[in-house]
């Protein structure tokens, strides 16, 4: 019988949530108007929590078709104050015009050299992201289809360096050292999760002219 994993009800999950909130009382602190952008499945736990705080406008976004049409009646059901969008969150975030003041990009699947190059555009621009943000990224944690490509792409030892040591480095590397490491939680697999991987990285450009 294969294991039943209920990653959304993990303590560990609710850690990584915790983590987005401590984030953004901190952003509330010094600015009260804040736009956050989330992939919040159907429980919303998170985004209810958010969407409390005053001044805080949440936007979703969801890729697949059968969960956005759930999350839409989620939303009626429990009045929630949330934008939702059936897209891809790369292509959302390319197509729109807005900051944010913090995007979680909780993918929760394998690292690939899409989601790597993406990633890297997105912080490299720094379009979509105000002067004091947070991009957090979320990810597996397992041995990956294109790990030895990556591993290889990158003069790597193996995916464990690429994960906790390249991928950081390469972040601030390629965003002219604006965007850092804050914090860095990952967790093995339990009863309850698989394991992940979560970056939580800080935006401080140099300049006021990106907000
Ligand atoms: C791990 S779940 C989010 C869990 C939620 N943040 C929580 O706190 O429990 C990720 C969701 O994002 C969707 N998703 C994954 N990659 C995406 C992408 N690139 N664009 C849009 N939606 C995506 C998945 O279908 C899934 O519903």
């Given at each position: ?34 736009r956050?952008l ?60 807005t900051k944010f003041d913090l995007i ?24 979509n992201l ?82």
């Amino acid at each position: 019988m294969s294991t039943l994993y209920n990653n959304h009800d993990s303590i560990e999950k609710q850690e990584c949530r915790e983590k987005i909130i401590r984030f953004v009382e901190k952003l509330h602190e010094k600015k009260k108007n804040l736009r956050i952008l989330t992939l919040p499945s159907t429980n919303f736990y998170l985004e209810e929590v958010l969407s409390n705080i005053p001044g805080v406008v949440i936007e979703c976004v969801e890729r697949e078709k059968d969960i956005y049409e759930k999350q839409l009646k989620i939303i009626q059901g429990r009045k929630l104050n949330i934008n939702l969008k059936n897209q891809d969150i790369f292509e959302y975030i390319k197509e729109s015009n807005t900051k944010f003041d913090l995007i979680w990009l909780d993918l929760c699947g394998p690292f690939n050299k899409s989601i790597i190059s993406n990633f890297i555009s997105l912080i490299q621009t720094g379009d979509n992201l105000h002067s004091q943000s947070y991009i957090v990224l979320t990810i597996l944690g397992k041995r990956e289809q294109q790990g030895p490509d990556i591993i290889k792409f990158y003069g790597c030892k193996n995916l464990k360096e690429f994960r906790e040591s390249k991928f950081p480095k390469l972040v601030g590397e390629m965003s002219d050292n604006t965007c850092t490491l804050q914090d860095l939680y990952q967790y093995p697999s339990g009863r309850m999760h698989t394991p992940m991987i979560q970056y939580s990285f800080i935006n401080n450009f140099k300049n006021q002219l990106n907000d």
